[in-house]
């Protein structure tokens, strides 16, 4: 059986605490360090469950002495700190106790024929965290997130994600260029299009292998990108709101893709 080891710290002014505090409060410690915190057992139970190894595990006295052999024994190393400076680090209201540390590997290379998501400056974290929610529950397995959009390790998009950023492959900071070679289909939505979304789908225009853009919350996709899109898509709103959340607008036209897919599988 491999052995874990705990090493305990209970100054605030141990290296790896200062770097533990950076990492759980500045939104883009990740990209200095290399390496992302998340906090909490749901989302260490979602690594758990994809094999996505951390390289330490993080825990308070109180959450060591309850903590699960499968969380104890995952990380090859773990850290104890007294409870008071886990509640430091901790950006929930209520500390969980435990946290694991991940490598973040290198950025993956741009995918062709792959289901995919682009985030054109979609900047709240919540947003992006559900939208990449959406796509690993509807099989996009590929996420772009353009300059301008929030960073995807962030704490807050990884809080929100709930353990999806461990199912996708991601990629962030693209630049618009980029894309022009992508080789499939670019759609998105807009309320001016005389298209609709359920009418692409039944005059079978709607493609089995796709990528789905989606915008800013207030300025929209850029005309860049627009003009770069096979199909421009309306979502119908019998009800008579102006717009749609972008995270409802992602997860309508995600589900409808994941379908419309099936459909063509079982025809």
Not at 11 to 28: A, G, V, Y
Not at 218 to 234: H, P, Y
Request: hydrophobic share 45%; with cysteine.
């Amino acid at each position: 059986m491999t052995q874990v080891f705990e090493q305990y710290i209970t100054s605030r002014d141990n290296p790896f605490f200062k770097e533990l505090r950076k990492l759980s409060k500045d939104n883009l410690a990740y990209r200095k360090y290399k390496k992302f915190w998340v906090e909490g057992e749901h989302l260490c139970l979602a690594a758990i469950y994809r094999k996505v190894k951390p390289i330490l595990g993080v825990f308070s006295e109180s959450g060591w002495l309850k903590a699960s052999h499968s969380f104890r024994d995952f990380a090859l190393n773990n850290f104890v700190i007294p409870d008071v400076l886990f509640n430091e680090i901790s950006s929930l209201e209520s500390p969980s106790n435990m946290g694991f540390i991940f490598p973040l590997n290198p950025q993956p290379l741009l995918e062709d024929f792959t289901n995919t998501v682009i985030l054109d400056g979609v900047q709240d974290a919540g947003n992006v965290g559900a939208i990449l929610r959406s796509a690993s529950a509807f099989g996009f397995k590929q996420v772009v997130a353009l300059k301008g959009s929030a960073a995807l390790w962030s704490v807050k998009v990884l809080r929100a994600g709930m353990g999806a950023h461990f199912g996708l492959s991601l990629l962030e900071s693209v630049v618009t260029y980029e894309l022009k070679d992508l080789k499939m289909p670019i759609l998105v939505t807009s309320s001016h299009s005389n298209l609709q979304l359920e009418e692409a789908v039944s005059d079978n225009l709607l493609p089995s292998t796709c990528a789905w853009v989606f915008g800013n919350e207030g300025k929209g996709v850029s005309k860049e990108l627009f003009n770069l899109s096979t199909l421009q898509l309306a979502i119908a709103q019998p009800g008579g709101e102006e717009s749609l959340n972008v995270t409802a607008a992602a997860a309508i036209c995600m589900y409808t893709s994941s379908l419309n897919s099936l459909r063509k599988k079982l025809i």
